[in-house]
Structure formats: structure tokens, C-alpha cells
């Protein structure tokens, strides 16, 4: 029988780890120039945020994945911050991954999101996989910008209200 992360995982709060073990494991998870990704320049200047981010310990204790959420903000062409929390990196170490570590993470982190005023959650990720778990979406993204090259049909965003959504703007970080 084969385990799962359902069967072994620990969910902790990120911040009860230390950041140097945090840093190696995205280093493994994604290799080191994982710095010069898109996603770093849309949430430069931030911190992430405690309350939506996680890690995951194995059945030996051990860090298996994290899952970190971002302020950020849509900016209108008139110039208007629409605040969003950007959801990953969601780093599993790779003997872990396909156990279920990462699918753990995703829903700890949604599940901490306050359904009384939920702000749009923003992801660059596999719209399939992201879409049939949590509700993400590339449909209202395809107007959007970011600070460097990505994969348009991978920048996602999951909605409590898809019509508070600008059609076009630029994501960066919400310093505000």
C-alpha cells in the first residue's frame, strides 16, 4: 500500500520554520535562479503572508513542501490597486512529489482565505489541475500584464465575484 500526504503530513504554520530550510527547500524544489522568475518581480518588496502560508512535514518530521501567499495588486489603466493575494510558490521536495504534499498545502492555504471578504486569489500555474480543485481560472486574465515573460493561459485567478475583476492591468506588488 502506498502512503500518502493524507496519511503522513503535518500542516504547520510557514513561520514555525526556519527560513534557511524554507530557501533550500524552493532551491531543490526549483533550482536557484528560480529568483529571476516573473513571479518574484510581481511580488518584490513583500512578505508573505502568515495566516495563508504553510508547510508540510513528512511521517520523519522532515520539511516535505511549502505553500507561500502574496500581496499583490492588479493596477487598472486609470491607475486603481486592486488588491489579490498571489497563491505559490507551492514547492514539494521532488521524493515527495506526486504523494499528495503539494494538493495539502493548496488546500490549507484556500481554506484559510475569509469567504466574508475574500480577495481574488492570483496564481501562474496548470490551469487544469488548479482549476478542478479550487475554482481557477484563465478566463478573466487574458487582459492582463506582468512585469516580465510568462505563460498568459497559465496566470489564473480565483474569484468569489468574477465581475469586480478589471479586464486589463498590470500585477505587481501591493505595497499599500
Not at 521536495?93 to 481554506?111: D, E, F, I, R, V
Amino acid at each position: 500500500m502506498t502512503q500518502t500526504a493524507s496519511d503522513t503530513a503535518t500542516i504547520i504554520p510557514l513561520d514555525n520554520v526556519d527560513p534557511a530550510l524554507v530557501e533550500a527547500l524552493l532551491d531543490t524544489a526549483f533550482e536557484p535562479e528560480r529568483r529571476q522568475r516573473t513571479a518574484y518581480k510581481v511580488r518584490e518588496g513583500t512578505d508573505w503572508l502568515p495566516g495563508l502560508s504553510f508547510a508540510a512535514l513528512d511521517a520523519q518530521e522532515m520539511l516535505a513542501g511549502t505553500i507561500q501567499c502574496w500581496p499583490v495588486a492588479l493596477t487598472d489603466p486609470a491607475g486603481r490597486a486592486h488588491p489579490m493575494i498571489m497563491v505559490g510558490p507551492v514547492a514539494v521536495m521532488p521524493a515527495h512529489q506526486g504523494m499528495g504534499y503539494g494538493k495539502a498545502l493548496m488546500s490549507a492555504s484556500m481554506a484559510g482565505i475569509d469567504d466574508r471578504a475574500p480577495l481574488p486569489q492570483v496564481m501562474i500555474g496548470d490551469p487544469e489541475y488548479y482549476g478542478r480543485f479550487w475554482g481557477f481560472s484563465n478566463e478573466r486574465t487574458l487582459g492582463w500584464d506582468l512585469p516580465g515573460p510568462f505563460d498568459r493561459h497559465r496566470l489564473l485567478v480565483r474569484s468569489a465575484n468574477p465581475a469586480v475583476l478589471p479586464e486589463t492591468g498590470l500585477l505587481g506588488p501591493w505595497l499599500g
